[in-house]
């Protein structure tokens, strides 16, 4: 698992919460399954993350984007796409690769 992502998930596996998660996984058709970690949470735990660990160089971002849509959990895919939104100016056109593969797999 890539460095910058360790601290992540160790944060998200810390703040699952199982009563949420059966339902969120219920609405979404039973496709993913979730931590149980809501939106507002979430958000809190993910702007404490890029406070202390910043922004990854942008030539680390197709990697570290592809493990997190590795990740079972569906809050660390909408982690990477948080993080796309965070970098997309920066990004090359070659990232397209990045997006397609993300529409491939675990779309909706």
């Known amino acids: 698992m890539h460095s910058y992502i360790k601290p992540l998930v160790k944060s998200f596996q810390e703040n699952a919460n199982r009563g949420n998660a059966e339902p969120m996984a219920k ?5 993913f399954l979730y931590l149980g970690i809501k939106r507002p ?3 809190k735990l993910q ?3 890029f406070m202390k ?3 990854p160089e942008i030539e ?7 493990e997190l849509w590795n990740l079972a959990e569906r809050e660390f895919q909408y ?3 948080d993080l796309l939104v965070k970098i997309r100016k920066k990004l090359p056109k070659e990232s397209i690769i990045v997006f397609e593969k993300m529409i491939v797999e675990k779309s909706w």
């Open 27 to 31: 609405y979404m058709k039973n496709l």
């Open 79 to 81: 982690f990477a796409m």
């Open 53 to 55: 660990n910043g922004l």
């Open 41 to 43: 949470l979430r958000s």
């Open 60 to 66: 680390e971002i197709p990697l570290i984007v592809a």
């Open 47 to 49: 702007k404490a993350f």
